[in-house]
Nanobody
Framework: QVQLVESGGGLVQAGGSLRLSCATS????????MGWFRQAPGKEREFVAA????????FYADSVKGRFTISVDDAKKTIYLQMNNLKVEDTAVYLC????????????????????WGQGLQVTVSS
């Protein structure tokens, strides 16, 4: 069973930055992706960002474009989500997701979730 271990998150003021990390026990093929989804209280889970293991394809939700950056360290089997200029509306539980087939993703709509989930990290942005 694939294990995803997340780290980072926490409490930050609006305009601040945080970095999330997610390490996987099993690297998928180059054309598979890993990414992040988030779920705020009372809201549905939504796509945030994803990147293929090759690093050649990146996908972002419109709400985070220009503020969040996703990256991959193949040697460490880890992805990172650098979150800058955080807003109160970014407050949510962030969940790492793996095993996303490339075909699940489009530049316009982002990605459908893959097979594997992490435990989730709380990110709270205060005003």
């Amino acid at each position: 069973q694939v294990q995803l271990v997340e780290s980072g998150g926490g409490l930050v003021q609006a305009g601040g930055s945080l970095r999330l990390s997610c390490a996987t026990s099993e690297r998928s093929f180059d054309d598979y992706a890993m990414g992040w989804f988030r779920q705020a209280p009372g809201k549905e889970r939504e796509f945030v960002a994803a990147i293929t293991w090759s690093g050649q394809s990146l996908f972002y939700a419109d709400s985070v474009k220009g503020r969040f950056t996703i990256s991959v360290d193949d040697a460490k089997k880890t992805i990172y989500l650098q979150m800058n200029n955080l807003k109160v509306e970014d407050t949510a539980v962030y969940l790492c997701n793996g095993g996303i087939p490339r075909g699940y993703c489009t530049p316009v709509d982002g990605c459908y979730p893959g097979r594997d989930w992490g435990q989730g990290l709380q990110v709270t942005v205060s005003s």
